[in-house]
């Protein structure tokens, strides 16, 4: 079964620092990998997402992720924080041939001016 | 209007009660899903169904019913309402592929159950 962990659950940055959010998944193959972001009061919103080829993958809001198949990681960059960053997230995976998302438990970041 | 709403945002009953929980689409797509969201659980899914016909339990559909009315509607239901179902409740959508465009998501359904 996929599974994946999000091993920090609230995360402090400076607004202009750079930032990176850790994920971690459990998969016996190549997976489909998400992140998404939840600001408060709404739905998720889709950030980026990984199905194959290039292992660096470019999302909105100036966001990127990596894959890292050694390592399972897909972790999340930003190198410059804005304050609007202030959210929930959370990366998911999903088989190839699958037919659901499965959802980390979600990191907040939160950003001090 | 919203590619996936859902009503009521917020809804606050009592311990028992029936409740029903609607999700509607514009976005024209077969796969639907209910997620309840819990802090430091993130989204667990509940139910999920790929058209009218074809529904399925999640990891969490004990006390839960669904209805696929249409293709554009789901509803989830608590048939008798219990405090730990307290909780943010998400709908998503999803085209027939399930992962090229990832989920749609609605607004959130906040339960509280008393």
């Known amino acids: 079964a996929q599974s994946v962990t999000q091993p920090d659950i609230h995360i402090t940055v400076s607004e202009g620092a750079s930032l990176e959010l850790r994920c971690n998944y459990s998969?016996?193959?190549?997976?489909?990998l998400f992140w998404y972001v939840q600001s408060p009061g709404q739905g998720l919103q889709l950030l980026l997402k990984y199905f194959s080829g290039d292992t660096l993958v470019q999302g909105i809001k100036g966001f990127e992720a990596e894959f890292k198949r050694s390592q399972s990681s897909f972790n999340l960059r930003k190198p410059s924080v804005h304050w609007s960053d202030a959210a929930e997230y959370f990366c998911a995976v999903g088989a190839r041939g699958g037919n659901k998302l499965t959802f980390g438990t979600g990191t907040q970041l939160k950003v001090e001016l | 209007d919203a590619d996936v709403t859902q009503t009521p945002r917020n809804r606050i009953t009592k311990t028992g009660k029936r409740i029903m929980l609607e999700c509607s689409q514009t976005k024209g797509h077969d796969r639907m899903y209910w997620y309840r969201q819990d802090p430091g659980l993130g989204l667990r899914l509940i139910y999920y169904s790929f058209d009218v016909k074809d529904i399925n339990k999640g990891e969490i559909s004990d006390g839960y019913s669904v209805s696929r009315q249409a293709q554009a509607k789901f509803s989830l239901s608590l048939e008798s309402a219990i405090p730990n179902q307290t909780a943010l409740y998400f709908c998503?959508?999803?085209?027939?592929?399930?992962?090229?465009?990832?989920?749609?998501f609605g607004s959130g359904t906040r339960l509280t159950v008393v």
């Open positions: 998503a959508t999803s085209d027939r592929t399930g992962y090229d465009y990832g989920y749609t």
């Open positions: 998969y016996g193959a190549t997976p489909y």
